[in-house]
C-alpha cells in the first residue's frame, strides 16, 4: 500500500530531479568572484561527461544524485536498498575467475622476493598477461574480458595482494589505455587493444611532470604542429610514469596551440596516443621507492617525438577532459584494493596471537587494543567494501562516469587516503611493534605499499580541496533553492504556511531535535530501526547545518576563510554517505540470511552511533561559529605560521632575563 | 580417443577439517571447496594428451550435488570439451561410494564408446583410493594406477607407476583406465579467457538412475571424530630409566 506521502514524496523527486538539471546549469553562468568560477569551470568540465562505451550490461534507470540532494535534506531512500549488482549468471562466472586467480597469487608470487629485488619476474608477468589480467575492462571484440565495474572491482581485490603487480596492472590499464576505450575511434580501438588486451604491448599514463602534479592543467609539455601539418612533434618531460621504462604505447598528455573563434591563441591539453617506436622516447633510470619496489617507476622523455594526426585522442584541446575521465574511471578500484589489503592484514594470525598474548600482561590495556583493533579497522573494510559495489552499481559499464556521481567516487577516495594514513598507521605501530620492522612479517611492505594508494589516482592533500570546491558547487545548489525559501521568508504575508512551518522546524533544531519524518525505519530491518532513527537525526541535522552555513556567509561561503566551516560539511557528508552504505548493506544480509549477518548488524549499528555524535558536534560547531569552535583561532595560527615562516615559538630554553 | 576424466568437488586442501556436532561427518556448509587435486593432475594429463593429439574429445564427469557444476566448469575452463554432471541431492553425497560412482563411470564409458578413462589416484576426503581400480574391473580393461608418466605407443600405453618399492613400468593395452599421481604432471591455471570461452561448452544432467546405479548404502557412518591430541613425551635421562618407564606403561 503506497501512502499519499509517498506518493507525494515520488513526486517532488522527480520534480527535484528536472529542477537539478536546469539549475545547474544556471550556476556557471551567475555572478560570483572571478577565482571561485574558474575553479567551478574546472569542476564543471570535469563533471560534464558524457556516456561512453557499449553496454551489454542491462542499464538500470538514473536516480538522481545522492550526494547532492543530501545536501538539501532530501534523501533518497532507495538509497538505503543495498544493490544486487550482478545477474545470476555475471555473478557466478566472476565465481569462477576469483579461484585461479587467488591460486596464481598464493603460489607463484613471492611478495618478499620482488620487493627485495625491486622486480617482477618475468615468468610472473607472462602468467599475469595468460590469465587474462591485462585486458579485464576490455571489450570482448578486442580480445578482452569486458568486465563491469563490479568485477574488476572485486579482482581488484585480489591483484592487491602484491603492490607491484597491482600498480603495474593498474597503470596499464586502468589509466594507461583506458583513454582509448572512453575517447577513441574505432581505428584506434582497432589497431591498439587487441595488443594491450593480450600483454603484448604495455601502456602507461603520462600526465605528471616535475612542476605539474595536482595542477593537471598547468603542464608544460608541447606539441606542435610539423610543416606537413599532419604530424605533432612532441617535445617534454613527464615524471612518475609507472611502467614508462618499457611501456610500448603510453597515453601522453601536452599542450597545444588552440585559435578561438576570435582569433586569439591559447593553449590547451591534448591527449595523444604515443607509440614508443615513434622515436624520440627515452626513459630515465627506474626510482628506488620506499614501497611497491617491483614496480617500475621512471621519468619519460620526449625529444621531437613525432604523433602522427590521427593519434590525437579525443579532441585537440580537450585533453583536460579526457584526462580527468580517465581518473576518475579508475579510482574505485583503489577502494576495494585497500579493503582487501586491509581484511588480509586483520586475518594475518599474529595479529591475533599478538593481542591475545597481551591480554595476559594487563587487561585494562588489552580491552582497549581490542576495541581499537575492532571497531577501527573492521569498520573501515565493512563501510569501504560496499561502498565500493555501491559506486560499482552506478558505473554500470565499467567507465561511464555520470558527473553527479563524482561525490560519491570522492568520498570513497577519501576514506581510502584516510584509512590508509591514519588508521594503517596506527594500527601497525599498535599492533605489531618491532614485528613491524621485520620484513619477513610482510607488514612493513604493507605498511609501505599502502602509501600508494593514496597518492596513484592524485594525492589527498589537492583532492580535499578539490572536494570542497565540490561541496561548494554543492553549496551553490543548494543555494538556489534556499533562495528561493529566503525569498518566501520575506513575504511571510503571503506564504503564511511555509513561514510558519519553517519557523517550528528552526525552533525545533535550535534545540537540536529536529523532527524526524523521513520514515527510514521502513526501508530498513528492524533490527536497525535506532540506527534508521539516528540516520535521520544526521539528515536533518546536516540539512540545518548547510542552511546555517548559507545563512551566515550568503555568497562569501566560497571565501577560503571559510573552508574549516565547509570541511565540517564535507565530512558530514561522507559519514552520511558512509552510514547510508552500511544500513543497507547490513539490513540485507540479514534479510536475505547471510551467515554472520548479526555482525554485521553490531557493525552498522556501531558506525552509525560513532558518525551520528561526530556529525552532532560538527554541526553545533557550526551553530555555534568560528570563534566558538576555534576556527578562527586556528585561522590565526595558521596565519602567523606562514607569516613567521616556520615555527613560530622560541625554543623553552631562550630566557630574557639572568 | 575420446577420454572420460572423473573429477570430484572436495573441500579445499589448505582449509581446516572440523567435525559436525553430530559427529557423523565434517563441517561442510559454508566451507571452500575446490576440485580434488589428483583430478587436477588427471584433468591435465587429459588435456596434454589432446595437444598431442592423442586424445580428440575430453569428457569431464562429476558426480554430487549442484555445485558439483562449479567443479566440472573448471575442468572445462582448463580444456575439457564437455561435461556430463551426474546430479543427486547432498544427502545422497553421504551415501556415495567409490562402488557407486565406477558403476556410474563403467555406464558412461559404455554410453560414450570411450577409449581411456583417467582418473585421480584418490579424494582428498576419504581417501578410499578404490575408484579407478573398481572401475577397471567393471569394465574389464587394463588398470594403471599411481602413474607418474604416461606415454603412447601404438595401441599401449606404457606407463611408469610409483609404488611403494619404488618406481615400475608396466605396459598396458588400450582400452584402460589410468590414475594420476602427484608427479605425473603440474596443472595449469584456468586463465580468464578460457573460463570465459568454457561458458560456451555443455554440461549435460544425469541422475545415479540414468546410469543404472541405485545410491544403496553397505554400510552406516557411525562416528566420526578428531584423531587424539598428541600428548606430551618425557624425556630421560638414560637407558636404564627409558627400559623402566617402558615396562611400566606395559610396552614391554
Not at chain 1, 574558474?38 to 545522492?66: L, N, T
Not at chain 2, 583410493?129 to 601404438?154: H, I, R, Y
Amino acid at each position: 500500500m503506497i501512502s499519499t506521502r509517498q506518493i507525494l514524496q515520488k513526486c517532488l523527486r522527480v520534480q527535484s530531479a528536472t529542477r537539478s538539471w536546469t539549475s545547474s546549469r544556471c550556476i556557471s553562468t551567475s555572478d560570483k568572484d572571478p577565482s571561485a568560477a574558474a575553479a567551478q569551470a574546472e569542476v564543471h568540465e570535469a563533471e560534464d561527461f558524457d556516456d561512453y562505451g557499449s553496454a551489454p550490461i542491462q542499464q538500470k534507470p538514473e536516480r538522481p544524485p545522492f550526494v547532492k540532494e543530501l545536501f538539501l535534506g532530501r534523501f533518497d531512500k532507495e538509497r538505503l536498498i543495498f544493490p544486487e549488482v550482478l545477474e545470476k549468471e555475471r555473478h557466478e562466472t566472476l565465481h569462477e575467475m576469483v579461484e585461479p586467480i587467488e591460486r596464481f597469487f598464493e603460489e607463484q608470487v613471492d611478495s618478499e622476493k620482488i620487493d627485495r629485488e625491486a622486480k617482477i619476474p618475468q615468468e610472473t608477468l607472462d602468467g599475469l598477461k595468460e590469465l587474462g589480467l591485462y585486458g579485464m575492462q576490455i571489450p570482448q571484440k578486442y580480445g578482452g574480458l569486458e568486465m563491469g565495474a563490479t568485477e574488476f572491482a572485486r579482482l581488484s581485490e585480489i591483484t592487491a595482494l602484491d603492490g607491484s603487480i597491482a600498480v603495474t596492472l593498474a597503470a596499464h590499464q586502468s589509466i594507461g589505455l583506458k583513454g582509448i576505450l572512453i575517447a577513441g575511434n574505432e581505428e584506434q580501438k582497432q589497431k591498439y587493444l587487441p595488443r594491450l588486451a593480450t600483454g603484448e604491448w604495455t601502456a602507461a599514463f603520462a600526465l605528471t611532470e616535475p612542476s605539474s602534479g595536482s595542477d593537471a592543467a598547468s603542464i608544460q609539455t608541447k606539441a606542435t604542429l610539423a610543416d606537413d601539418g599532419k604530424t605533432w612533434l612532441l617535445n617534454g618531460g613527464k615524471i612518475w610514469i609507472s611502467n614508462g621504462g618499457y611501456a610500448n604505447m603510453m597515453t601522453v598528455f601536452a599542450k597545444t596551440d588552440i585559435t578561438d573563434h576570435l582569433g586569439g591563441v591559447k593553449e590547451k591539453v591534448t591527449a595523444f596516443i604515443v607509440e614508443r617506436d615513434f622515436g624520440g622516447v627515452s626513459a630515465g633510470k627506474p626510482e628506488d621507492k620506499l614501497g611497491i619496489r617491483g614496480s617500475n617507476t621512471c621519468q619519460v622523455f620526449f625529444d621531437n617525438t613525432p604523433v602522427p594526426m590521427e593519434n590525437v585522442l579525443g579532441e585537440v584541446g580537450g585533453g583536460f577532459k579526457v584526462a580527468m575521465q580517465i581518473l576518475n574511471s579508475g579510482r574505485f578500484s583503489m577502494g576495494s584494493s585497500s579493503a582487501a589489503l586491509w581484511e588480509k592484514a586483520i586475518g594475518m594470525r599474529e595479529a591475533f596471537h599478538l593481542v591475545a598474548r597481551r591480554t595476559g600482561i594487563c587487561l585494562l590495556i588489552a580491552v582497549l587494543l581490542k576495541c581499537h583493533f575492532e571497531y577501527i579497522k573492521i569498520n573501515e573494510i565493512y563501510i569501504l567494501r560496499h561502498i565500493i559495489f555501491r559506486v560499482s552499481e552506478t558505473l554500470r559499464n565499467g567507465y561511464r562516469m555520470n558527473g553527479s556521481f563524482f561525490g560519491e567516487v570522492k568520498i570513497l577516495k577519501i576514506r581510502v587516503d584516510r584509512g590508509n594514513l591514519d588508521q594503517w598507521g596506527i594500527y601497525c605501530n599498535t599492533f605489531f611493534g618491532t614485528l613491524r620492522e621485520l620484513k619477513s612479517y610482510g607488514y612493513k611492505r604493507v605498511l609501505e605499499n599502502s602509501g600508494i594508494l593514496v597518492v596513484f589516482f592524485g594525492n589527498n592533500e589537492p583532492d580535499i580541496a578539490f572536494t570542497l570546491f565540490i561541496m561548494v558547487y554543492r553549496l551553490q545548489y543548494a543555494g538556489i533553492e534556499l533562495s528561493q525559501m529566503v525569498k518566501k521568508l520575506r513575504n511571510p504575508l503571503m506564504n503564511p504556511g511555509f513561514i510558519i512551518g519553517k519557523g517550528m522546524e528552526n525552533f525545533r533544531q535550535k534545540r537540536d531535535n529536529p523532527k524526524l519524518d523521513l520514515n527510514l525505519g521502513e526501508q530498513l530491518h528492524p533490527a536497525l530501526g535506532s540506527s534508521a532513527e539516528a540516520l535521520e537525526y544526521c539528515i536533518k541535522r546536516f540539512q540545518y547545518g548547510v542552511e546555517s552555513v548559507l545563512g551566515r556567509h550568503a555568497k562569501k561561503v566560497v571565501d577560503p576563510a571559510n573552508q574549516l566551516e565547509i570541511a565540517r560539511l564535507a565530512d558530514c557528508a561522507i559519514d552520511l554517505f558512509g552510514m547510508t552504505a552500511v544500513l543497507g548493506r547490513a539490513s540485507r544480509s540479514k534479510s536475505i540470511g547471510i551467515r554472520n549477518s548479526e555482525h554485521e548488524i553490531h557493525l552498522a549499528m556501531t558506525f552509525t552511533q560513532q558518525a551520528s555524535m561526530r556529525i552532532k558536534k560538527r554541526v553545533s560547531d557550526l551553530e555555534n561559529g568560528p570563534f566558538v569552535c576555534g576556527d578562527k583561532a586556528l585561522n590565526q595560527i595558521a596565519d602567523e605560521l606562514f607569516e613567521h615562516g616556520g615555527y613560530v615559538a622560541e625554543h623553552p630554553l631562550t630566557r630574557t632575563y639572568w | 580417443m575420446k577420454a572420460i576424466v572423473g573429477v570430484k568437488r572436495v573441500i579445499d586442501y589448505a582449509v581446516k577439517i572440523r567435525v559436525r556436532p553430530d559427529k557423523l561427518g565434517v563441517v561442510t556448509d559454508g566451507v571452500k571447496h575446490s576440485m580434488n587435486p589428483f583430478d587436477e593432475i588427471a584433468i591435465e594429463e587429459a588435456v596434454r594428451l589432446k595437444e598431442k593429439k592423442i586424445v580428440k574429445e575430453i569428457i569431464a564427469v562429476s558426480c554430487g550435488p549442484k555445485q558439483a557444476q562449479e567443479t566440472i566448469r573448471t575442468a572445462l575452463a582448463m580444456g575439457a570439451d564437455r561435461g556430463i554432471h551426474v546430479e543427486m541431492t547432498a544427502a545422497d553425497m553421504d551415501k556415495l561410494q567409490p562402488l557407486h560412482v565406477s558403476k556410474i563411470l563403467a555406464n558412461l564409458v559404455a554410453k560414450e564408446k570411450a577409449d581411456i578413462v583417467i582418473l585421480g589416484k584418490q579424494a582428498i576426503d576419504d581417501d578410499t583410493n578404490a575408484t579407478a581400480q573398481m572401475t577397471s574391473a567393471l569394465l574389464d580393461w587394463p588398470q594403471a594406477t599411481f602413474a607418474s608418466k604416461v606415454e603412447k605407443e601404438g595401441d599401449t600405453l606404457k606407463v611408469l607407476r610409483e609404488v611403494d618399492g619404488g618406481m615400475e613400468t608396466i605396459i598396458v593395452k588400450l582400452p584402460a583406465v589410468v590414475s594420476a599421481d602427484l608427479r605425473l604432471n603440474e596443472p595449469r591455471y584456468a586463465t580468464l579467457p578460457n573460463i570465459m570461452k568454457a561458458k560456451k561448452k555443455k554440461i549435460a544432467k544425469m541422475k545415479p538412475g540414468d546410469c543404472g546405479v541405485e545410491l544403496k548404502t553397505h554400510f552406516d557412518v557411525v562416528d566420526v571424530s578428531d584423531p587424539p591430541v598428541r600428548e606430551a613425551g618425557i624425556k630421560v635421562d638414560d637407558v636404564d630409566t627409558l627400559i623402566a618407564k617402558l615396562k611400566e606403561a606395559g610396552k614391554i
